[in-house]
């Protein structure tokens, strides 16, 4: 028990500094996320428009509203059909700071304990190293390519910043395999 919670605070820290890497100073961030033009006049639209934090979709589909009319229904599929399609993330209070960073290592931290208990539970069929960390590192894979790319096919966002995440994040899971790979080992 010991050795998975000191394995998986190595991964926090490795996967941490990696994520950080990668934001921060790698090329990929650069096409995965374009500046507006206008900035200025997009930010003073956003803020006199939407008066609180939450997920914005354009053009808004009433689906699932009992109240929603066939035709109200059927203008709406034209109007995505047309385009464009766009979906706002608005959160009004700007970035946490080191709130925003301290979460996430707490988020990799508890990744790294529930892959730690997965790896713990097949670990009996994982008697090396390699073996153990190529478990670890296809959670990550999967656990990326199913959700991430997932979003591009549903929910029309960009193909390239959804990709250039599942590449971050494969990397960050390489990673973090190393410690926990190293230190949860199967029972003797």
């Known amino acids: 028990m010991l050795r ?16 950080f890497t990668f934001w921060m100073f790698g090329p990929l961030p650069k096409v995965m996320m374009k500046p507006a033009p206008d900035e200025a006049a997009l930010l003073s639209t956003l803020r006199n428009t939407l008066t609180e934090s939450g997920v914005y979709t354009l053009p808004h589909c009433p689906n699932g509203n009992p109240d929603a009319s066939e035709a109200d229904k ?12 766009v979906a706002v993330f608005y959160h009004k209070g700007g970035h946490g700071g080191l ?31 390699g073996a153990r960390w190529l478990f670890v590192a296809l959670l ?5 390519f199913a959700i991430h790319l997932a979003m591009p096919i ?11 995440f599942t590449a971050q994040e494969t990397v960050a ?8 790979a190293a230190l949860v080992r199967p029972r003797d």
């Open 4 to 19: 998975a919670v000191l394995a998986s605070l190595i991964a926090a820290a490795l996967m941490f500094v990696w994520g």
């Open 74 to 85: 059927e203008a709406a599929m034209k109007r995505m059909e047309s385009g464009p399609i």
């Open 99 to 129: 709130t925003t960073f301290g979460l996430g290592f707490v988020h990799m931290l508890a990744s790294s304990l529930f892959a730690s208990l997965l790896l713990t539970l097949a670990s009996p069929g994982l008697k090396t190293f």
């Open 140 to 144: 990550g894979v999967f656990a990326s």
């Open 154 to 164: 549903w929910m029309m966002h960009p193909w390239e910043f959804w990709l250039g």
């Open 173 to 180: 899971w390489a990673l973090a395999a190393l410690p926990l």
